[in-house]
């Protein structure tokens, strides 16, 4: 039920990048399809009852990490694959974002529809 | 650009300090405690954000110029490759060999240390470095972009 | 009811992914993905990512105000209402069709709670490995840190690359001079 609703989310986004016309809404989906993405990853690693992947002082004894730190643990390698994700979607959203402002600049609009017309 | 009213400039030259410090703390705790070069170089960034929406972008620019930001950018990509070029080089031909912990810290008991994990706190360093030169370097590109006035000459 | 705080943090995300949608106002628009960022910080925190919340959240601020850079001052923040009726259906209607089969898929997954990574039917996994060995091997005590820079250090090595090349591209779309020179000089 919870993948199904992460997946609602992703549909959100993709809606938003299909049907709108504004470039910043198309945007604004793409932002909303990261998130969904995100959100699937770490919901994979989950385990019930489960404590974040850092090893606190008590875990650790004459070099080996406890049996009960091993056993409720979630999983570190997609917040691993995440957190570099995520700053890439910052630097792409500047991308995108500096794009919009040229386009802005050229066309005097948003509107994707407006923009197909050649000019300069 | 002049910048906010005189409560918002008092208020943000306290605090700028602060969130500064706090971005430090991140990237060099980050092996230990939640955080790391991502997180902390994204709140060296913001500490210049908030700077530059305090004070206008001139001032920011006397602080922290765009050709020095650049190079810091580049320092930090070059930095990491140059902790991967060495582990390399130390030993066993694979690249990002963490050498320091392998060869020098192995035995002993260097855990829950501020001086631990060998090369990972300086690959911290050089990754915070990195993102966050280049994330003030774009939000400086955007926020000096002026539309509609191509006859204006800046530089 | 199971996971309750899952689902009422999803649900404010997802209703504030609708609004941001939905609404025709282009600041509010991205005033709502803010506000779905930061439930989707909280949810990171509630789902034991630490390390990721404190990215998300920091993350989320830079991008509000990138986004408020690009809505504020400008001339048209309302987008004026004209949608055609048969390309809105026909892609709502290609929308469902691809939820309906993904909900099939999704039942086909491990039940939520329990990680398919560290699944110990077939011996060791990478992620059991990065548990067990992790501050054994790397000596750092927080495990997605060694694994970003010790055991995948490539991986971050290539994110380096992708950040350092959309800010390049940014920075060359943004800058004011060689259309300058260009106009001038052709």
Partial sequence: MLYSMCFLLFIIGL???????????????????????????????????????????NDYASGAVDASFTQASVDPLPQAMVLTAIVISLGSLALMISICIRTYERYGTFDITQIRRLKG | MKGMTLIVKTISSWVKMLVFLFGIYIILFGHITPGGGFAGGVILACSY??????????????????????????????????????????????????????????????????????????????????????????????SAFRPSDSSEKEN | MEHLEFYILLLFVIIGSLVAVETKNLLSAVICIGAAGFGGSLMFLFLRAPDIAITQIVVEVLALVILIRVTISRDKTFISGDWELVGVLFSVGFLLIIFLAGTQVFDALPEFGSPSFIANNHGDTASGHYIQEGLSETGAANIVTSVILDYRAYDTLGEATVLFTSILGAVVILRKQSRNRLETEP
């Fill in chain 2, 49 to 142: 954000v908030l700077i530059m929406l305090a004070f206008g972008r001139d001032y920011t620019e006397e602080n922290l110029s765009l050709k020095l930001a650049s190079k810091l950018d580049c320092t930090g990509a070059l930095l990491f490759i140059a902790i991967a070029l060495v582990g390399f080089m130390y030993g066993g031909f694979s690249f990002f060999y963490n050498f320091i912990q392998q060869e020098y810290l192995a035995g002993k008991e260097t855990a829950f240390k501020l001086i631990s994990a060998g090369t990972i706190p300086l690959s911290n360093i050089a990754i915070g470095l990195k993102v966050g030169a280049s994330l003030f370097l774009v939000l400086l590109m955007l």
């Fill in chain 1, 15 to 57: 809606y938003c990048v299909l049907v709108k016309k504004n470039m910043v809404k198309i945007v604004l989906g793409i932002v909303i399809m990261e998130y969904a993405v995100n959100l699937f990853l770490i919901m994979l690693g989950y385990r019930l009852g489960g404590i974040a992947p850092i090893v606190g002082q």
